[in-house]
């Protein structure tokens, strides 16, 4: 039942985000991943769309797996995991957007 309700929840929020940045008229120089995504051709398209899907569905084996862990240790291990796993996701789609590759040293 947890899992459905942070599914759901996840799932609502990822909608609300698609939907406010599809309002946002475009900003800067055209140069960030949301304008050039239109251009892209269809088959690096597709990749980048199966690569945020493995981080979907790894991002949701982290949680289900936090969720069933009873070892308050163990969770927090798979926590930290997941954070990691966040992080670089977020360095990957920030360098995207600014075109240079950002410091994850600068995060901890």
């Known amino acids: 039942m947890k899992t459905s309700l942070k599914i759901l929840i996840l799932s609502a929020l990822f909608s609300m985000s698609a939907a406010s940045h599809a309002q946002q008229p475009p900003m800067g120089d055209g140069k960030g991943m949301e ?3 239109g251009a892209m051709d269809p088959a690096k ?3 980048h769309l199966k690569q945020k899907q493995e981080n979907l569905l790894t991002m949701h084996d982290l949680s289900n797996k936090i969720l069933a862990e009873k070892d308050p240790q163990k969770k927090q291990a798979l926590k930290d995991q997941q954070l990691e796993l966040m992080k ?3 360095m990957e789609m920030m360098s995207m957007h600014h ?3 950002m410091d994850h040293k600068k995060m901890h």
């Open 45 to 47: 398209m597709t990749e």
């Open 88 to 90: 670089v996701q977020h």
């Open 99 to 101: 075109g240079k590759p």
């Open 35 to 37: 304008h050039n995504m």
